[in-house]
């Protein structure tokens, strides 16, 4: 026998089931988002008040004598215990994370059906892979466990193995694999199992009853008896209890494929009120989804935060950087920025945190293109510009569709993934137009279409050229309708010499404005 415990057997050469089981399952989905608890001893409470019981206890607490069933009272003689409320919905995030992380290493997986515990709820989490033919990629037996230990312990979760060329083999000792992980060579399957309780089958109250009768304690001493006196008694439920205890019960595996879905969520016993207590709570959240994104080399491309309000209704802010994210500390500044600029209107009660996957883009310059600001740095710093003057007063200007002049909107800053191509040197002079923002109010002295001259700021200048008027309107449809007609005017005044400008007149308002100056 070798150090693997194979009998000299090429792992290679057989199917390879490997069963994943989670223990105190409810208490490690709670626990994975909030380590600061990891080294408390934790209980998990499930049931309706005041007739809550004990359904799940980290080792900690069952260090301390904790075990499930106990109620609250008996709680009271216990000093130092953290007590959590049991969360559908974080079981429900935790499964999908475990399902993402076991399907990198093949998509060949299935979630094995466990019976309920008193809150109607499993309390352990069981999943089987079929690793057959992921030698070359992963390494055979010890070594491949060694790699889906590493890629759960990521997660925060606690995994108990055992691997076997048979699924039920591997399912029914995964639950004694507590301290190293067991593997089963191909014929040895009936020898390993043969030291188990009858309850690692879980027979049904007519067969458990029946056996015990019988004196049955093992799964050796099930396997002994003869198929034929079984099946008479027992029937064809009694001859699968002998395949199983003899690890020769055949099962055809039916993959489930989990979608790929960022989210995560987190109940709270009490309204959180302070938005620095938020944001030690967002910061566990964030490491799982960009643990679980940089599991398949993406990014987070957007976050959208949903807060479950006390009183009712919901809070939700999305944030859609420049660029896909991979950093922790850039997301948990955008978020703060975010969230002290639009803060809830009430205590939040729970906490959800979704994103939408991206590539891990990097921007490619030209060699002679100019530097651009970096795309992480720069979005914390539009952040930060918008909480002080507002969010529609910060980011790339846009002209719209419309002939009305300096006319433009305002949208979110988009980093460019290509430089702009560099245009050809001109060497003709251009005349510069300076926009006046807000226009200046003028007095015209005009007869006709003829301007003679106007007052600037109590200055009288002479009109000497002027071509207009040009006429333009629009949106004539609504109640922004404007209309006014445009002149290009040479002025001169003897103290400040000639002024070129723009001079407008609004035909709907009748008054005169400076618009421009020509340089």
């Known amino acids: 026998?070798?150090?693997?415990?194979?009998?000299?057997?090429?792992?290679?050469?057989?199917?390879?089931?490997?069963?994943?089981?989670?223990?105190?399952?409810?208490?490690?989905?709670?626990?994975?988002?909030?380590?600061?608890?990891?080294?408390?001893?934790?209980?998990?409470?499930?049931?309706?008040?005041?007739?809550?019981?004990?359904?799940?206890?980290?080792?900690?607490a069952a260090g301390l004598g904790v075990v499930p069933g106990m109620t609250l009272a008996e709680l009271d003689s216990f000093t130092g215990l953290a007590l959590l409320r049991r969360s559908e919905a974080e079981e429900r995030s935790a499964r999908a994370a475990l399902l993402e992380a076991l399907?990198?290493?093949?998509?060949?997986?299935?979630?094995?059906?466990?019976?309920?515990?008193?809150?109607?709820?499993?309390?352990?989490?069981?999943?089987?892979?079929?690793?057959?033919?992921?030698?070359?990629?992963?390494?055979?037996?010890?070594?491949?466990?060694?790699?889906?230990?590493?890629?759960?312990?990521?997660?925060?979760?606690?995994?108990?193995?055992?691997?076997?060329?048979?699924?039920?083999?591997?399912?029914?000792?995964?639950?004694?694999?507590?301290?190293?992980?067991?593997?089963?060579?191909?014929?040895?399957?009936?020898q390993r199992l043969g030291r188990l309780p009858l309850s690692a089958l879980h027979p049904t109250a007519r067969q458990e009853e029946a056996l015990a009768l019988w004196g049955l304690r093992?799964?050796?001493?099930?396997?002994?008896?003869?198929?034929?006196?079984?099946?008479?008694?027992?029937?064809?439920?009694?001859?699968?209890?002998?395949l199983l205890a003899r690890g020769e019960y055949p099962h055809l595996l039916v993959p489930e494929e989990p979608a790929f879905t960022l989210e995560e969520f987190l109940a709270f016993d009490e309204p959180v009120e302070l938005l620095d207590s938020l944001l030690f709570l967002l910061g566990p959240m964030l490491d799982q989804l960009l643990e679980r994104a940089g599991q398949r080399a993406l990014a987070l491309a957007s976050v959208t935060v949903t807060l479950g309000l006390d009183g009712g209704g919901e809070h939700r802010r999305m944030l859609k950087p420049a660029l896909p994210v991979a950093q922790r500390e850039v997301l948990l500044k955008l978020l703060h920025l975010d969230l002290q600029a639009h803060p809830p209107s009430a205590g939040v009660l729970?906490?959800?945190?979704?994103?939408?996957?991206?590539?891990?883009?990097?921007?490619?310059?030209?060699?002679f293109a100019p530097q651009l600001p970096e795309a992480l740095r720069l979005d914390v710093t539009l952040a930060r510009i918008a909480s002080l003057v507002g969010e529609d007063r910060v980011g790339s200007p846009r002209l719209t569709d419309t002939h009305a002049s300096d006319s433009f909107t305002m949208e979110r800053f988009?980093?460019?993934?290509?430089?702009?191509?560099?245009?050809?040197?001109?060497?003709?002079?251009?005349?510069?137009?300076?926009?006046?923002?807000?226009?200046?109010?003028?007095?015209?002295?005009?007869?006709?279409?003829?301007?003679?001259?106007?007052?600037?700021?109590?200055?009288?200048?002479?009109?000497?050229?002027?071509?207009?008027?040009?006429?333009?309107?629009?949106?004539?449809?609504?109640?922004?309708?404007?209309?006014?007609?445009?002149?290009?005017?040479?002025?001169?005044?003897?103290?400040?010499?000639?002024?070129?400008?723009?001079?407008?007149?609004?035909?709907?308002?009748?008054?005169?404005?400076?618009?421009?100056l020509y340089d």
């Open 218 to 242: 093992t799964l050796g001493e099930l396997a002994d008896l003869p198929e034929e006196q079984l099946i008479v008694r027992l029937g064809q439920g009694g001859k699968r209890l002998r």
């Open 350 to 367: 729970s906490l959800r945190v979704g994103a939408e996957p991206g590539d891990q883009s990097k921007v490619q310059l030209g060699l």
């Open 414 to 516: 988009v980093v460019p993934q290509a430089p702009p191509p560099a245009r050809a040197a001109r060497t003709s002079v251009k005349t510069t137009l300076r926009r006046c923002r807000p226009p200046v109010e003028v007095s015209v002295q005009h007869e006709g279409g003829r301007l003679f001259a106007f007052s600037l700021r109590g200055k009288r200048y002479a009109v000497q050229q002027a071509y207009g008027p040009w006429r333009r309107s629009g949106e004539w449809w609504s109640a922004n309708i404007w209309s006014r007609e445009e002149w290009d005017v040479h002025a001169v005044r003897e103290a400040d010499g000639a002024l070129n400008c723009v001079l407008t007149h609004d035909l709907l308002r009748h008054h005169w404005q400076l618009e421009a």
């Open 103 to 190: 399907a990198a290493f093949t998509p060949r997986l299935e979630v094995q059906p466990l019976a309920p515990s008193s809150a109607n709820m499993p309390t352990v989490f069981m999943v089987v892979l079929d690793m057959a033919g992921t030698g070359r990629l992963f390494g055979t037996g010890l070594e491949a466990i060694a790699r889906l230990s590493r890629a759960l312990a990521a997660l925060r979760v606690f995994t108990q193995f055992a691997a076997s060329a048979n699924l039920h083999t591997a399912v029914c000792l995964a639950p004694s694999a507590r301290k190293t992980p067991c593997l089963v060579p191909p014929g040895q399957e009936r």
């Open 1 to 60: 026998m070798d150090q693997r415990g194979h009998m000299g057997v090429d792992e290679a050469t057989f199917p390879l089931f490997v069963c994943a089981y989670v223990p105190e399952f409810p208490a490690q989905a709670l626990l994975r988002l909030r380590p600061e608890l990891a080294r408390s001893p934790v209980v998990v409470l499930a049931g309706d008040p005041p007739l809550q019981q004990v359904c799940s206890t980290n080792a900690r």
